[in-house]
């Protein structure tokens, strides 16, 4: 079974400074690690993903999140927040075995950032 | 990326009426897509998994004869909700990913947001 969680519902941040989204998961094999972004009454939009190599991993908008296998853990982050950032994050987990073409993903809550001008 | 398009974006129905929602993959086929409902300020909940040219996946608790599937071409999958009731109002997202392989990212609809009255 895979599970993802994120413990946070809402997360603060003032334009300008850095931000981070917390993300653990559990699988049984090695994970592949996904963020992505909703905005009101829209699909989700892809970010970046882990599948395997460098465990700092650089996506869209000047996000990315850094793999950590003994915390089982993939944050988000970026260095510095907009207010347009300001909206809803998934993290998301699907795990590496057979048929994984077929795996759907496994959401977290989602964490909503508000940046404040 | 890949532009998964869903339709309608919204729509308002009757209670005891049938509801289709389509979604398509513009620029790739897929063989694989997947449905997900979102309650509002909750994460996405997988309902099933779409499979080309057989019968689809549902997940525990996801009534069949109430939520059809058809995935009848690589290009294209709905969903029908059948008989509709106010407790199935909700937003519904699909997605779809680019090949079978491991790794990729699912790539998502702008998902419907469904009101029965």
């Known amino acids: 079974a895979q599970s993802v969680a994120q413990p946070e519902d809402q997360v603060n941040v003032a334009e300008g400074n850095p931000l981070t989204v917390k993300c653990t998961y559990s699988v049984s094999g090695n994970p592949y690690l996904f963020w992505y972004v909703q905005y009101p009454n829209r699909g989700l939009q892809f970010l970046l993903k882990y599948i395997t190599g460098d465990n700092l991993v650089k996506g869209s908008y000047g996000f990315e999140a850094e793999f950590n296998k003994s915390q089982t853990s993939f944050h988000l982050k970026k260095p510095s927040a907009l207010v347009s950032d300001s909206a809803l994050y998934f993290c998301a987990v699907r795990d590496t075995g057979m048929d994984t073409g077929r795996r759907a993903l496994t959401f977290g809550s989602g964490t909503r950032l508000q940046v404040q001008p | 990326g890949a532009v998964v398009s869903q339709h309608p974006s919204w729509v308002i129905c009757k209670s005891g009426t049938s509801v289709k929602i389509e979604c398509r993959s513009l620029?790739?086929?897929?063989?694989?897509m997947f449905w997900y409902r979102q309650f509002p300020k909750q994460s996405l909940m997988l309902m099933a998994t779409?499979?080309?040219?057989?019968?689809?996946?549902?997940e525990q608790g996801v009534e069949k004869d109430k939520f059809l599937i058809n995935h009848a071409s690589l290009t294209l999958s709905t969903l029908t909700v059948t008989s509709a009731h106010p407790e199935d109002s909700s937003f519904y997202i699909c997605s779809a990913r680019v090949a079978k392989g491991t790794g990729t990212e699912a790539f998502f609809g702008q998902g419907t947001r469904l009101t029965v009255v």
């Open positions: 779409s499979n080309e040219g057989s019968k689809a996946t549902y």
């Open positions: 620029d790739f086929q897929a063989t694989t």
